[in-house]
């Protein structure tokens, strides 16, 4: 029976003691994992977790890479463990580490605290005031097709981990959250344009972009935050010294 080998970055606080800075664990361990036919990276981390050892901590959730659960940084590129064929690597052994620059808590797991505070500050939900809630609003073909790129977003993380300005900057909200505020500003049904402003014009915000692009390369689902951020910045001049709000 074939098998896939993984060297997967291991870190218990218990054991190996507090990390800071979102440093990596410099403890490494190798497994061997036996399949037919074929097996996602995930699948292997679940044959260790129930055969091998039953410590190793990971996240997961839907296994279609629809929810950004899983993503990690495998074999030295962010993915979702879920959607990456381990019997794609021809035999070597692929290395499964926690996306990096974010702070541990076990193994394969990280701490997205400080994330989800920041995608929640931006107000990531259609705000309406001149019409009935409770009545359909309808869109255009053609503003619904501004939706395809921001809409897939599945908050995985992996460009907030891949963003220098995040490393450096503890206040930058990050590409994901400006993703977010980009969803909603381009959506013709949202009314919040001058409540959700002040929160991405400011040096916290767009400013702190400095197009480096790390965030798309990084994207599993091969969205473009950075030319999400790059509109936001222009609508917030023509906003601020134009007062054009369209």
């Known amino acids: 029976m074939p098998e896939v080998k993984l060297r997967i970055n291991r870190y218990d606080p218990a054991l190996d003691g507090e990390l800071t800075g979102g440093r990596r664990s410099d403890r490494w361990e190798e497994f061997a994992v036996p399949y037919e036919g074929t097996i996602t990276v995930l699948e292997a981390l679940f044959s260790i977790q129930e055969h091998v050892d039953g410590s190793l901590a990971f996240r997961y959730c839907c296994r279609a890479s629809i929810c950004g659960s899983c993503a990690m940084y495998i074999d030295g590129r962010y993915r979702l463990a879920c959607q990456t064929n381990a019997t794609h690597f021809n035999g070597r052994t692929i290395t499964v580490a926690p996306m990096p620059h974010m702070p541990l808590v076990k193994d394969l797991v990280v701490d997205m605290t400080s994330f989800f ?45 891949s963003c220098p300005s995040v490393w450096y900057e503890d206040d930058y909200l990050g590409p994901a959250a400006l993703l977010k505020a980009y969803r909603f500003e381009v959506d013709s049904r949202d009314e919040a344009r001058k409540e959700r402003l002040p929160r991405f014009d400011n040096e916290r915000g767009v400013y702190r972009c400095h197009t480096i692009t790390n965030c798309s390369e990084a994207c599993p689902k091969e969205l473009n935050p950075t030319e999400g951020i790059q509109w936001l910045k222009r609508a917030a001049v023509r906003r601020r010294i134009l007062g054009r709000w369209k």
């Open 117 to 161: 505070a920041k995608y929640e500050y931006i107000k990531p939900w259609l705000m309406r005031a001149s019409q009935n809630p409770e009545k359909e609003i309808p869109q255009s073909p053609k503003d619904r097709r501004k939706l395809d790129m921001p809409i897939d977003c599945i908050l995985c993380g992996a460009c907030y981990s």
